[in-house]
Each structure stands twice: as C-alpha cells, then as structure tokens.
C-alpha cells in the first residue's frame, strides 16, 4: 500500500497487525514500528516519538531497530546530542547486531562531521594559539 501512495491505508493495515492479540507480541511490535517509518516518511514525528517509546525499551523484540529508528528522527532533526547518545548505546552494547553497530558507527561519524565548532558536542582538545 505504502509502495503505491496509500501511506493512511499502510498505517491502517500495520496498526491492525499492531492490535491484533491472536498474533504473537513480537509481530504486533513489528507492525507497530512498520507504521512509525511511514508515518515519519509523511513528516508525521510526534504521532512516531509516541508510537516508538514503548518499542525502545530494554527487552522488547525490536529493541535496537526501534533505537536505530529514534536515533535516526533525532538526526534529520538536529538533534545531534541525543542522535549521538543512541548511537553510541547502540554501538558499545555488545548484544547489538553486527549490521547496526555498524550504522550506529556510521552515524556517530555523520555527527562528529556536523558538530558546530565550539558546540557543546565537540569534544576535541584544541589547543590555544600560542600568545606573541
């Protein structure tokens, strides 16, 4: 659906997966995270911060992909700080999958690129020019 331009029927069709208790938790999850991407694809991140918290939390099935996501709408935003604290959690935890670790990294290397001199962020030691 979301591949022929019908996001509302997407979203409709994975929050019916999402609602559906004759499924197993981990795919109503997966149906839940299917909708936070379209609905942020639309521009629709308030509903998405909303529908992502309960799936960022330790434990749950899609726990790293819906950190990965989070950290992502954290980037697009500029929210660099928060994006870089995700992405580094993502990257240290030993029990992240090989694949996303690697993003995360990828990511955190985007960050440090667009990290403002003098940003609090920055964490380089630059010396001070030397005094005539």
Sequence with gaps: MAASGDNSGAISA???????????????????????LILIDQG?????????????????????????????????EARYQEAEEIFQ????????????????REFMQMIENKKPAGSLLDNNDEEEPASE
């Design 44 to 76: 629709g991140t308030e509903e998405a911060y909303e529908r992502l918290a309960p799936l960022v939390r330790p434990g749950n099935d899609w726990y790293y992909s819906a950190n990965e996501t989070l950290g992502l709408m954290y980037f697009t």
């Design 14 to 36: 994975y929050d019916a997966i999402s609602a559906d208790t004759s499924l197993t938790q981990r795919f109503r999850d997966y149906g839940a995270l299917m909708a936070v």
């Design 89 to 104: 959690r993502l990257a240290i935890n030993p029990a992240t999958p090989p694949d996303l670790k690697n993003r995360a």
